[in-house]
């Protein structure tokens, strides 16, 4: 298969943008699929190389749109959920020539439906927090709420609806308030045991698998801020040494060989302290928001799809860096502003333990998204004090 297959990535935001850059640095010229106006669009890697197609998990809209828009073969790199669902699902004489290094549909499932990922870590006896199925509001009342939240069964559509990942609750009449508004959007849910503890005892280890099933790449690193506090995403990170977490290591190796998986993952820890293990939370199927961090510390995974998927060769990953930063600066001063209302945090220190980390969207030799993501907040912002300043007015 030759190397010079042109190269599609599906997906908008900071995600998208990590792979494009990581692709362009490996001299390869993607075309990318986002929402228009996304910054990932804006990124050099793809100027002019931007495609018309919404995102959906229908394969056939997928193979259809691209036709139209003149990609015949192609490698196929899809960075949210819908997107590598699509993949998954393209009928036998599409893959003829679209190529894609991704999970059966089978597989797939198993990762992103949270309900049976529980049941796949009992079988292959992975440490986990304990998940119950819920089928209707009455059986919350069955179980011991103390310590737990309510997630769905699957993450993309509610994280679009409610811009979080679960509900938590202090009382059964909160519960249940929680499950009506999951289950009003067409949902079905899970209550999952909270994991005591702060931010910094989550893990993550992230990495990619060939089609031999040979784990080429892992890289581990450690939580040290999030936002928002409880259900939120990293906006601090740090890479870690592989023996400082090879339990995780061994336990989502032991996964992902268990399911014949294949492709890019990236899978999240949380350290029980009360008995000394990681607790694998999820697997992501796919790119993730701090791939561009990876390649950044010595692991590339997005041109190792690429190889994966046309047949040829990937080369094991030598190691990484260990000790690297990276941050999410928009995402940071929230998380800080939160912490110093709390009294928990100082302006000096919180600078310092930041600065000369990798930037997540920021580049100096791509600088366009950076400055799309900043017009961007500033109209937000005031939007944000405009609508303040009318309900001011409207009170007065």
Same mark, same amino acid.
């Not at 059966?104 to 079988?123: C, E, G, P």
């Not at 031999?212 to 928002?228: D, I, K, N």
């Given at each position: 298969m030759s190397p010079n297959c042109p190269v599609v990535v599906l997906g908008s935001g900071i995600t998208a943008l990590g792979v494009v850059r990581a692709l362009g640095a490996a001299g390869h010229k993607p075309y990318l699929a986002c929402r228009p106006g996304d910054l990932a669009g804006r990124s050099r890697w793809v100027r002019g190389r931007w495609l018309d197609i919404?995102? +959906?998990? !229908?394969?056939?809209?997928?193979?259809?749109?691209? =036709?139209?828009?003149?990609?015949?073969?192609?490698?196929?790199? &899809?960075?949210?959920?819908?997107?590598? @669902?699509?993949?998954?699902? #393209?009928?036998?004489?599409?893959?003829?020539?679209?190529?894609?290094?991704?999970? +059966?549909?089978?597989?797939?499932?198993?990762?992103?439906?949270?309900?049976?990922?529980?049941? @796949?870590?009992?079988?292959?006896?992975?440490?986990?927090?304990?998940?119950?199925?819920? =089928? !209707? *509001?009455?059986?919350?009342? !069955? %179980?011991?709420? &103390?310590? @737990?939240?309510?997630?769905?069964?699957?993450?993309? $559509?509610?994280?679009? #609806?409610? $811009?979080?990942?679960?509900?938590?609750?202090? +009382?059964?009449?909160?519960?249940?308030?929680?499950?009506?508004?999951?289950? =009003?959007?067409?949902?079905?849910?899970?209550?999952?045991?909270? %994991?005591? &503890?702060?931010p910094t005892l989550h893990i993550f280890v992230d990495g990619f698998v060939d089609a031999? &099933? @040979?784990?080429?790449?892992?890289?581990? *690193?450690?939580?040290?801020?999030?936002?928002?506090? !409880?259900?939120?995403? +990293?906006?601090?990170?740090?890479?870690?040494?592989?023996?400082?977490?090879?339990?995780?290591?061994?336990?989502?190796?032991?996964?992902?060989?268990?399911i014949d998986y294949r492709g890019i993952f990236s899978a999240e820890f949380k350290l029980d302290q009360r008995d000394g293990r990681h607790k694998l939370l999820e697997v992501n199927a796919r790119p993730w928001w701090y791939i561009g961090f990876a390649a950044h510390c010595g692991v590339d995974v997005a041109p190792m799809a690429y190889l994966d998927a046309l047949g040829l060769p990937v080369a094991q990953a030598a190691g990484y860096t260990v000790g690297k930063r990276c941050v999410l600066l928009s995402q940071e001063i929230r998380a800080y502003l939160y912490l110093r209302r709390r009294g928990e945090i100082r302006f000096w220190p919180w600078l310092k333990s930041w600065l000369g980390s990798t930037p997540t969207v920021f580049a100096w030799s791509d600088p366009m998204p950076a400055a799309t993501w900043l017009s961007v907040a500033m109209r937000r912002g005031i939007n944000a004090r405009r609508r303040a300043g009318e309900v001011s007015a409207e009170v007065v």
């Open positions: 919404p995102e +959906s998990d !229908d394969p056939i809209a997928l193979h259809a749109r691209l =036709e139209r828009s003149g990609i015949g073969e192609a490698v196929l790199i &899809g960075c949210s959920d819908l997107w590598v @669902t699509a993949i998954s699902r #393209l009928p036998a004489e599409s893959r003829e020539h679209l190529h894609a290094s991704v999970p +059966s549909q089978h597989v797939l499932n198993l990762l992103v439906d949270k309900w049976l990922f529980a049941q @796949t870590l009992i079988r292959l006896e992975v440490p986990h927090p304990a998940t119950v199925f819920i =089928e !209707d *509001r009455g059986d919350l009342a !069955d %179980i011991d709420l &103390g310590g @737990t939240f309510l997630k769905p069964r699957h993450s993309q $559509q509610f994280a679009d #609806l409610f $811009q979080r990942k679960a509900f938590s609750y202090e +009382s059964l009449e909160e519960a249940h308030e929680a499950y009506d508004k999951i289950a =009003e959007a067409g949902l079905e849910a899970v209550v999952q045991e909270y %994991i005591p &503890g702060s031999a &099933g @040979t784990v080429s790449a892992t890289l581990a *690193r450690q939580r040290l801020r999030m936002f928002p506090p !409880d259900f939120g995403n +990293s906006t601090l990170t740090v890479s870690v040494a592989p023996d400082t977490v090879a339990d995780a290591i061994d336990s989502v190796t032991r996964l992902l060989r268990g």
